[in-house]
């Protein structure tokens, strides 16, 4: 066969690329050594085979087989050719290996960002649980706070955001929101602080201890400081800001130090002799939970990591639950 029309220049690479579908009819008439082999078994017509093949020869500029006695045989041309359609074929291959992997959770990547009420037992929990059905997923965790990490999860940079939900109004309509867990802001200190000894700690008695300020937690300090407010009293100022959860546990187990920590550290708190002090009234409570492109759900790897999460969070805050 020649091509129909030989061009003036070599063919642009989009050219061949637009036709990538060709490949495998091309293939085909090359192992079966002539169009009506070909055609009989990928069950089209010659004349149609044949267009296929002129159009590819077309787009190339180059004769890709000629007849002798004994059927068609690939040029040197359609040589070069065999060579790369079939290294395609075996990507193509697999990618929906890959795929298949990815959609049964057998392979792939789940990007996490989980801030301080997930990210240190509730989220590495489900992970473990996960990847022992899993063993293939690999995780990656940010556990920066959400207003870093909800722009990411926009623009693609993450699979899923676990935090407080944003009220209705400021939720943006490509993105799911899945309510799982009511959470507490509290006070804790280590279990032999003197402020333990009261049945209820009122604002004035947290003003006479040092605070440790967690650097990220705007809106923790803000509910904070309105608990102030409403005792008329000025809030007290942070002895210690920092950025790690761990850092303030040791030092409140070594000192008289308060801080102020979501609801769903109360098991990891209890493990280093922490616990939340019985204030006047509540800080606050939010609605937290999962934030997530919807093609994800695709993801066996989130399902699984979503079951899981669910049973740590069933074994631990059933009373919680939204």
């Not at 507490?184 to 009122?202: I, K, M, N």
């Not at 093609?295 to 990591?305: G, H, M, T, Y």
């Amino acid at each position: 066969m020649r091509p129909q029309r030989p061009p003036t220049a070599m063919p642009a690479p989009n050219r061949l690329m637009r036709r990538a579908h060709l490949l495998g009819d091309f293939l085909v008439v090359a192992n079966e050594g002539g169009i009506r082999q070909a055609a009989e078994k990928i069950h089209l017509s010659q004349s149609a085979l044949t267009r296929r093949i002129q159009d590819l020869e077309s787009a190339l500029g180059a004769s890709l087989f000629e007849r002798t006695s004994r059927g068609m045989s690939l040029t040197p041309f359609g040589e070069a050719l065999r060579h790369h359609a079939q290294l395609v074929a075996l990507t193509c291959k697999y990618a929906v290996s890959e795929v298949g992997d990815l959609l049964e959770g057998e392979a792939g990547e789940l990007r996490i960002a989980a801030g301080p009420a997930w990210a240190y037992a509730l989220v590495p929990d489900a992970v473990a649980r996960m990847q022992a059905a899993h063993p293939k997923v690999q995780v990656t965790l940010n556990n920066q706070l959400s207003e870093s990490t909800l722009p990411m999860l926009s623009s693609g940079l993450l699979d899923v955001v676990m935090s407080g939900l944003p009220p209705p109004r400021e939720r943006e309509s490509q993105l799911s929101y899945e309510p799982m867990l009511r959470i507490e802001h509290l006070v804790y200190a280590r279990q032999g602080h003197p402020l333990h000894r009261l049945a209820t700690v009122r604002p004035a008695d947290l003003q006479q201890h040092p605070w440790i300020w967690f650097v990220e937690a705007v809106k923790a300090r803000e509910l904070l400081a309105a608990h102030f407010r409403r005792a008329r009293l000025p809030m007290p100022g942070a002895a210690v800001e920092t950025s790690s959860v761990q850092f303030g546990f040791r030092l409140m187990q070594t000192g008289n130090h308060l801080m102020v920590l979501p609801s769903t550290l109360i098991e990891l708190a209890a493990q280093r002799g922490l616990a939340p002090l019985k204030l006047d009234r509540s800080l606050g409570r939010y609605v937290a939970g999962m934030v997530y492109r919807p093609s994800v759900r695709r993801l066996k790897a989130f399902e699984a990591f979503r079951d899981a999460l669910a049973v740590e969070l069933g074994r631990s805050f059933a009373d919680a639950l939204v």
